[in-house]
Protein backbone atom coordinates (compact mmCIF):
# COMPACT_ATOMS: atom_id res chain seq x y z
CA UNK A 1 0.00 0.00 0.00
CA UNK A 2 1.33 3.50 -0.74
CA UNK A 3 1.44 6.12 1.86
CA UNK A 4 2.51 10.02 1.31
CA UNK A 5 4.08 11.06 4.40
CA UNK A 6 4.57 14.55 5.00
CA UNK A 7 7.37 16.45 7.41
CA UNK A 8 8.04 19.84 8.42
CA UNK A 9 5.77 23.11 8.67
CA UNK A 10 5.09 24.78 12.08
CA UNK A 11 4.90 28.06 13.15
CA UNK A 12 6.91 31.45 11.61
CA UNK A 13 6.93 34.75 11.84
CA UNK A 14 6.28 36.94 9.50
CA UNK A 15 9.19 37.04 6.99
CA UNK A 16 10.50 33.69 7.81
CA UNK A 17 11.11 30.11 5.85
CA UNK A 18 9.59 26.45 6.59
CA UNK A 19 10.25 23.91 4.46
CA UNK A 20 7.81 20.83 3.63
CA UNK A 21 8.44 17.55 2.47
CA UNK A 22 6.42 14.59 1.40
CA UNK A 23 7.59 10.80 0.64
CA UNK A 24 5.71 8.47 -1.17
CA UNK A 25 6.65 5.36 0.22
CA UNK A 26 5.51 1.13 -0.82
CA UNK A 27 6.59 -0.41 -4.09
CA UNK A 28 6.94 2.17 -5.96
CA UNK A 29 7.98 2.21 -9.90
CA UNK A 30 7.36 5.33 -11.47
CA UNK A 31 5.55 8.78 -10.27
CA UNK A 32 4.09 11.46 -12.11
CA UNK A 33 3.07 14.90 -10.92
CA UNK A 34 3.66 15.90 -7.10
CA UNK A 35 2.21 19.17 -5.38
CA UNK A 36 1.28 21.03 -2.87
CA UNK A 37 -2.35 22.52 -2.18
CA UNK A 38 -3.09 24.21 0.83
CA UNK A 39 -6.64 25.17 3.14
CA UNK A 40 -7.09 28.19 5.13
CA UNK A 41 -10.17 27.59 7.95
CA UNK A 42 -12.85 28.41 6.22
CA UNK A 43 -11.99 28.79 2.44
CA UNK A 44 -11.57 25.59 -0.25
CA UNK A 45 -8.57 24.27 -0.79
CA UNK A 46 -6.08 25.79 -3.62
CA UNK A 47 -3.20 24.92 -5.24
CA UNK A 48 0.14 25.54 -4.28
CA UNK A 49 2.67 24.65 -6.99
CA UNK A 50 2.98 21.30 -8.93
CA UNK A 51 6.22 19.87 -10.72
CA UNK A 52 6.40 17.41 -12.99
CA UNK A 53 8.66 14.17 -13.42
CA UNK A 54 10.45 16.30 -15.46
CA UNK A 55 11.56 19.01 -13.22
CA UNK A 56 8.64 21.74 -14.76
CA UNK A 57 6.79 23.92 -12.56
CA UNK A 58 3.67 25.42 -11.73
CA UNK A 59 2.97 28.08 -9.13
CA UNK A 60 0.14 29.98 -8.10
CA UNK A 61 0.35 33.91 -8.41
CA UNK A 62 0.10 34.18 -4.69
CA UNK A 63 3.57 32.43 -4.16
CA UNK A 64 5.66 32.91 -7.18
CA UNK A 65 9.11 34.51 -6.20
CA UNK A 66 8.61 33.22 -2.35
CA UNK A 67 8.03 28.96 -3.13
CA UNK A 68 10.24 26.95 -4.37
CA UNK A 69 9.07 23.35 -5.34
CA UNK A 70 11.95 20.53 -6.00
CA UNK A 71 11.56 16.62 -6.49
CA UNK A 72 14.30 13.79 -5.35
CA UNK A 73 12.89 11.09 -7.96
CA UNK A 74 15.27 8.42 -6.72
CA UNK A 75 13.82 9.33 -3.00
CA UNK A 76 9.77 9.57 -4.54
CA UNK A 77 10.13 12.80 -2.28
CA UNK A 78 8.83 16.13 -3.49
CA UNK A 79 10.19 19.50 -1.28
CA UNK A 80 8.31 23.13 -0.74
CA UNK A 81 10.62 25.99 0.42
CA UNK A 82 9.00 28.53 1.50
CA UNK A 83 10.10 31.87 2.17
CA UNK A 84 9.50 35.58 3.36
CA UNK A 85 6.05 34.26 4.40
CA UNK A 86 3.34 36.30 5.01
CA UNK A 87 0.38 35.59 7.60
CA UNK A 88 -1.84 34.94 4.58
CA UNK A 89 -0.10 31.95 4.01
CA UNK A 90 -1.58 30.40 7.06
CA UNK A 91 -3.28 27.33 6.17
CA UNK A 92 -2.68 23.41 6.47
CA UNK A 93 -0.98 21.94 3.39
CA UNK A 94 -1.49 19.03 1.47
CA UNK A 95 0.81 16.70 -0.69
CA UNK A 96 -0.73 15.33 -3.62
CA UNK A 97 0.67 12.98 -6.61
CA UNK A 98 -1.32 12.82 -9.56
CA UNK A 99 -0.15 9.29 -10.46
CA UNK A 100 1.93 6.43 -9.24
CA UNK A 101 2.85 3.16 -10.64
CA UNK A 102 3.24 0.15 -8.23
CA UNK A 103 3.68 -3.33 -7.75
CA UNK A 104 -0.09 -3.38 -7.23
CA UNK A 105 -1.07 -1.57 -10.44
CA UNK A 106 -1.59 2.33 -10.99
CA UNK A 107 -2.92 4.61 -8.27
CA UNK A 108 -4.06 8.05 -8.91
CA UNK A 109 -4.75 11.02 -7.07
CA UNK A 110 -3.00 10.23 -3.49
CA UNK A 111 -3.12 12.74 -1.11
CA UNK A 112 -0.55 13.25 2.19
CA UNK A 113 -1.93 13.65 5.81
CA UNK A 114 -1.59 17.08 5.93
CA UNK A 115 0.55 19.70 7.73
CA UNK A 116 -0.26 23.16 9.46
CA UNK A 117 2.01 26.53 8.67
CA UNK A 118 1.09 29.29 10.38
CA UNK A 119 2.82 32.74 10.43
CA UNK A 120 2.23 35.08 12.49
CA UNK A 121 1.89 38.53 11.87
Known amino acids: QVQLVESGGGWVQAGGSLGLSCAAS????????MGWYRQAPGKQRELVATTTSGDSAHYADSVKSRFTISRDNAKNTVYLQMNSLKPEDTAVYYC???????????????WGQGTQVTVSS
Open 26 to 33: GRIFTVGA
Open 96 to 110: YVERLTTAWGPQYEL
